[in-house]
Every structure is written in C-alpha cells, then in structure tokens.
DNA sequence: TAAATAGTGTCTGTAAGACACTATTGA
DNA sequence: TCAATAGTGTCTTACAGACACTATTTA
C-alpha cells in the first residue's frame, strides 16, 4: 500500500496566463527563464507549491504578486486546468496546476524573482508560434485565451480590462483585441445597454478624446449576462470531421 | 532549493464524475468507501496514479474500467479541474484531478475493486445532500453536472446519452433529464432538425412504443452545434449580487 | 468649416416559444 | 372508436447585423 503513497507522489506547480491590453492588442506576460530547464526560454510565471500545506490558489494568487507585482485579490483569477503529461518537464513528475489572470492596463514591465527578465508578448505572436514557449506552454496559452473568450460572451469580465471607468468605445475595443474581430460600434452600444446591470453610468461626466466626449461608465452588479455577447465567426455553419 | 522540491511534493488521485440515465432520470456513480478515511461513506469512484509515469487521463480511464466496467475510448471523458484544497483529504496533501465521463445506459450496478459497493445516485439526491459525499466530492460532482449542462447547449454530448441509433423524444428525454427542465417537444423537433449535421436519419426504421412510430437517427459528424440548444430558464433577466 | 468620435433609429432575417393541427400506431 | 405518441405549420416576439442619420467636440 505504502509504494501506491510513493508512486503517485508528483511536484505540484502553479503556472499563471496573465492578459492584458497594450496598444489596442491582448498581450500575455512572458518570463524568460533563470534557471535550467529550458534556461533563457520563455515562459509562462509561476512555480512550485511553497510548502505543503499552501492552497493552490493562493499559490497562484502568490506567484501573481512575485512575479508580476500584481495584487491579486483586485483582479480576476481562476483555475484553467491541470497539465500533468508525464514527459512535459525532464525534472520528473510534475504537475502544473494553469490558472487565468485578467488585469487591467499594467504600470509597465515587471522584474521578477527568479526570473531572467519579464516582458509582454503580444498573444498573437505566441499563438502562432513566432514566440516559441517552454514546456507544454503554448497548449495552456491557447486553452487560456480559448476560456477568456468564452468568457466574454457569457460574463461581464470585460470590465476587469478596463479601469475603474471606462467608455462603450473603450469596452468595445476590449471584445476586438481578445476576439480579433471588429464589431459594428452602433449594434454593440445598443446591445451593451440592453444587458441590465452590465455596465451603469459613472456620474454625467465626461472624457475628450477628438471628437464628442463619451459617456463614463462602470461596471454593473451583473456578472452572467443576458442576453449573452455572442461572438461572430460563428456566422459559418459549424461542421467538423 | 530542494527544500521546495520536497515541499511542493503532493499525492496525486484522479476522480470521476460518471453521469448517466436511468428511468429518465440522470444517475451518477458512487462507491461506498471500503478504507479509510470516510469509510463506509460514499464517494466518487477513484484512485492514486498508478505510477510515476503514468498518464492523468490514462489514470481516469483506467479507474473507470476498474471501478466502473466501462472502456473508455467509447464514451466522452474530459477533465474537470484539480481539487487540491490543503484539508480535503486527512492522509496529507491530496491533489485530486476531476473528470467527466458520460456513458449511455449500463448493464447494471458494477462491482468495485477496493470500494465495498458501487451503486447508480439519482443526482438531485446528491446535489440536494439528502445522499451525502466524502471529502470535498459535492463540490466536484456540482461542476460536473454544470459542465455536461453546459456542454449540452453547444455540443452534440447528448447523444453520448444515447446507443447508437435514438428517437428524437429519447434524446429530448435526455436534454429533459440533464437540465431538469420540460421541453415542448414541437419545437424540440423543428430545433434538432435545424442544426445541421447534429443528427442524421438511421433507415427508414422505425421503433414500437405505444404511439406512432417514431424515425430512428443516429449522431451525426458535427461535434460544435450552430445554432446552439439553449436551456430555459435563462428567461429572466440574470442578475447576482 | 471639416474631421472625428458618440449616440439613436429603422429595417430585415433568423430563431425561440406557444400552440393548433395532421399522421400513424395499438387497444 | 379512443388514447397515445410522432411530426408539421403558423403566429408572435426578440434579437443580431446592416446601415442612415443626428449630436457634440477639436482643429
């Protein structure tokens, strides 16, 4: 009985997709690694459970601060899965538990612990490989991005994009970067507004811009939306194998 | 640094949320528990990695065909997520990773190897508690429940309820089982026809019950369902909080 | 004034839900 | 024949997408 204790023993990780916006397009944040394996390759954050007795996600929550000196706690964060395949990483048995992260706009890049260096890849260019990931990376970067697009359609996580206040424009520009679409700015204010308690206004003020000021808004007390933001692309018939 | 390689070492067990109809209600699989801890109580069916090297979703279809009977690699089995809370488990750090499985009706009660007894659960009764779980196993089988929920409106999944070939009404009695709601079966028929490639004609068969006879299909090659099944109850607005 | 962005209204097609009606079996 | 289940048609309402139009700012 005791080698069943012994030969299901594996070295949990917490590894972090950390998106946000820069200049218009979703970016991820990168670590380029210190250390072997895989020692100057880029990398998602994260790392090994502390110490026995450390809740996953508080792990993950930890890792978020160390390694991109983000507050947790403030912004949106939960689990994607766990990756486990047995040769993903020649250290042995390890597990990574992959956790989502969505935050607002950053102060700028962030020096971390262990790491080389920190920087943010634009998500398109990991997606299609021209910024090749360590270990089973780029499968957790798509099943990421995958879940916070899903998100989007179903939930008022757009907002966590966006600061404190924020403009229909500046949400709207929120859906194309993570969607890579470009949605009509007439249909999507009228929809946005029909959703009760997705977003509410933020006082009569105002912001300029170059043209006529935009109205401010928050975001509502809503969190599953209804009617629901459908994505286009679906307007192909869904076919497969 | 190898204090962090001994201190972010966890057991690792896999668990299966095995979902299926019986008398048109959805069931789910439980084992009373042979061992300690809980023993005597009942839980989802699982275990430890087998080895070091062995795969996680190999690990769940293993567990299923020992404690279940079933061959994976016929039926949809997905993961669910890792369930590592530090309490959950009185032997020390248990990680559990949660998986989904669906199966079409089953030869009947299947015997367990190390679990004392296995029997079909209505799920109502396990959601509701009046079928008390093990461990943190309320909050997996929840999940589950939601997702196959879920994954019903979007993908073909519910004819893995069915055998090979299906009335309409046996899979709206599906679709009726796992939401727990009441469909109009008119609309039911027009909506399935509709979406291309989700069902296709098996023969001019045909199949007694009572009535007229009904047509017989089987699933067809889509996989993603445009447009998607929607469930009811979203009919009022969505608010929280 | 033109250029630029914000915001409103209107039309059209598709799909959801309600429900009347016809069809085909067994008893 | 009646009861029961299968399958079709039709109506109303809601919403997505296209797009004309008005409003309010800066240059």
Request: with cysteine; net charge negative; aromatic share 6%.
């Amino acid at each position: 009985m005791n080698d069943r204790w012994e030969s299901s023993s594996v070295l949990l990780t917490v590894d972090l997709v950390i998106l946000t916006l820069r200049e218009e397009r979703l970016h991820l944040l990168l670590v380029e690694r210190g250390h072997q394996p895989h020692q100057g390759a880029f990398a998602l954050p994260g790392g090994f459970l502390r110490n026995r007795s450390e809740d996953i996600l508080a792990a993950a929550a930890r890792e978020l601060s160390e390694e991109a000196g983000l507050d947790a706690g403030m912004l949106h964060l939960e689990q994607l899965g766990a990756y486990g395949e047995p040769g993903r990483d020649p250290r042995g048995r390890v597990v990574s538990v992959a956790h989502l992260a969505i935050a607002p706009r950053l102060p700028e890049p962030v020096a971390g612990t262990d790491a080389a260096d920190a920087y943010w890849a634009p998500v398109d260019q990991v997606l299609d490989e021209s910024v090749p990931l360590a270990f089973d990376h780029l499968q957790i970067v798509t099943d990421g991005v995958e879940r916070a697009r899903a998100k989007l359609e179903s939930t008022a996580l757009a907002t966590a994009f966006c600061g404190l206040t924020f403009t229909l424009s500046e949400l709207q520009r929120v859906y194309e970067a993570v969607w890579s679409t470009s949605l009509d700015a007439r249909n999507f204010y009228r929809k946005v507004q029909g959703v009760s308690g997705f977003v509410i206004p933020a006082g009569p003020t105002r912001r300029t811009e170059g043209g006529r000021p935009a109205r401010l808004f928050r975001a509502g007390p809503t969190t599953v939306l209804y009617p629901p933001m459908v994505r286009p692309s679906r307007t192909e018939r869904g076919e497969d194998q």
